[in-house]
């Protein structure tokens, strides 16, 4: 079992940046692939920026958030981090950390579906 639990989420103005933390405890972690997800009331939780340790390291980011977000990890702090800045309106949500060490099979990093521990979320809204 991974617990995750989400903080650093807040509101701030259009171009402002956030700093999400996601502190992991449980298994050794380390070794899942890991992921940012985010989900506005009505629409599909997507995937953000996710890390894949096997076989060898891998990132995946949004479309939309590319050159603007940055994730990352600190195997000593158990914790990983969702570095946002440029932030738009349309990055409002809530943001859910994941962690997976299922098969991934031919999945996406950014698929939901190869992540089965969730965070309970921390919200981010930006104004404009």
């Known amino acids: 079992q991974v617990q995750l639990v989400e903080s650093g989420g807040g509101s701030v103005q259009a171009g402002g940046s956030l700093r999400l933390s996601c502190a992991a405890s449980?298994?050794?972690?380390?070794?899942?692939?890991m992921g940012w997800f985010r989900q506005v009331p009505g629409k599909e939780r997507e995937g953000v920026a996710a890390?894949?340790?096997?076989?060898?390291?891998?990132?995946a980011y949004h479309d939309s958030v590319k050159g603007r977000f940055t994730i990352s990890q600190d195997n000593a702090k158990n914790t990983l981090y969702l570095e946002m800045s440029s932030l738009k309106p349309e990055d409002t949500a809530m943001y859910y950390c994941?962690?997976?060490?299922?098969?991934?099979?031919?999945?996406?990093?950014?698929?939901?579906?190869?992540?089965?521990?969730w965070g309970q979320g921390t919200q981010v809204t930006v104004s404009s």
């Open positions: 994941a962690a997976g060490n299922s098969p991934r099979g031919g999945w996406s990093l950014l698929r939901p579906v190869i992540y089965n521990y």
């Open positions: 449980g298994n050794t972690y380390s070794n899942y692939r």
């Open positions: 890390i894949d340790k096997f076989p060898a390291t891998t990132y």
